[in-house]
DNA sequence: GCGGTCTTGGAAAGCGGTTTCTAAAGCCGT
DNA sequence: ACGGCTTTAGAAACCGCTTTCCAAGACCGC
């Protein structure tokens, strides 16, 4: 077993000093052609790999970006994840991923782990709770990170005002919806159900206020029986459309505020013998893989998903003063398939 | 902008020496309670956080796992990535996550990035194409791995022998897939398409070989005709059910190997106007959360995905000698669903 | 041939911890 | 009161790299 070979073990099979390695290796500095053709021969020869903490601790950045999500496999984290994982490998950083699961003490310990590693960037994706307590704990984070030099990133989470110490990427939400629901008002519709999210969510709350605002701008009225709350999950759309069902409340359509809860609906209304889109029409959100292979194949809003960890990770690493407190907000359209029907 | 506080900082407020804040904060040296809460007071004083590079420099354990994957988003890796990070959290682990996308020279530079981190462990997922030259890729990194002290593991991909150094948490794949090809032919069909994926790919060509096996085991001959390949995607499975629909071959059920290419089958199917199961059963494999939404819901093989990933980091962390060559399989089941229907 | 820039390479001081080694207290029995 | 043993705390030596500060050659015009 052959320890893991230094910089002094190349500089000296090399016959240079370790400056001499370390600036071969960093490739700014100026190095004749040959010192540098007898330093690379070393460290090939000895299979020699820099060791990352010691750099890192040695003034240099740590080249990783940290991404803090309630989860891995729900597709609106994953797609997001893999848009940052892709411009992090794009910026030669690591990419670190902690999930949270919505447990605010986990996301307070990742945030401490994080000043720890010194995370080039510490970006916070989804909708979360709004509230004061929430508010305030941001604001701590934002200072912990700020001077442990990292810059942190509000994904998909609006801004907590121009002031904020914190960079936000969003998208719009309260845009997509008004967008949803207006698709199915001008297709005729007018008694329209809404499968929410949890009360309190920027996400969800946002998606119910674009839905309010289009029903305004038809002139429609807003009938609270028509408004439902779940998880977001497929079971609680489900849930939600019997309840729905149920209740005898009338409705031609459904806006769900994910595609999750809109396959689950789809399915409790095929149960109930209701046929989509000839009974009911759906539309979804979030333009999940799984949307064009449902029948019928759902109409959704479609989120810049890939675009927003991108962004936020390039304005993340984008040095210069200032840059440390932008706010960018990407669109959103509407993916049109067969869940939607006019009303004759 | 204060300067982040350092170990001496907190050494000098609580009137102590270094040594003496490090082994408080390490937990394990014995300190006199008195000394202790000065300490710690001082830490919470300064909002002080340890460095983890200098921590990991100075001889400890990096804390870190990697996990290096096809990609992100596809729900076989999202899982078993969840059930990594899972782990990794358990084990006090933060989780760094790769993508190759299928590039060996994106792996290689990656096993590279992972040696200068010094992982506590690196897993490597999924299936890969097998030959002489990943071999030989596959002891490099071993070795190099091996002498930064990481450990090595494969997850969901077949070992490369009881010498190699590096664990292997793998999941029958071959008696998946003879178990999802028996549940059709004991259904009666006889005439079973196979939707197999990359030739060379250690996990289709199991896959491909239980299905093999299955219609050994029942004497039933293989149709060479019946057996088709493509990228496992969505769209690769529309069009090997068109070309197999085009081609004029019969069959009355189809086994995918893996849920995308199921969906996309069945919508190829429904395109040409044969209704599942009616007149066509399918299985297919992963058992991803869009195969109960599918309509009809699909039959799939059921994967421990989560279970693997928590697998290989439990194994990998599993201190003491002799622990770093193990073989562990796990197995899978069908979950029974609606789109098979017996033959008459 | 000489003083003065420009290159090039080395020595050494950190970076912020952990840990070994050592010394000062504190406790005990006699 | 004193020697010996156990706690408790400090000094200092690393861990492996970057980078500043310097010095020695190389090269130049005159």
Redesign the pocket.
Known sequence: MN?????????ALA?????????V??G?????????TKVQRAVRELD????A???A????TSNVVALVMYDVVTPFFAHIASGVEYQATESDRLCLVCTTHGDPDRELEIVKLMREQHADAVILVGGVLMNDDYRERMYRYAKGLEDAGSRLVLCGRPSLGPDFPAITVEYDNVGGAFSATSHLLSSGHRRIAMLGGPVGNTTFDARLDGYRKALEAFRVPLDPALITHGDMGQEAGFRQIQQLLASGVEFTAVFAANDLAAAGAMRGLRAAGKRVPDDVSIIGYDDTPMAPELTPALTSVHLPHEELGRTAVKLALQRGEGSARQHVMLGTHIAMRDSVRPLI
């Open positions: 320890k893991r070979p230094t910089i002094r073990d190349v500089a016959g240079v000093s370790v400056a001499t390695v370390s600036r290796l960093s700014d500095y100026p190095v004749a052609g040959n010192t540098r020699y790999v820099v060791n903490h010691a750099r601790l040695s003034g240099a």
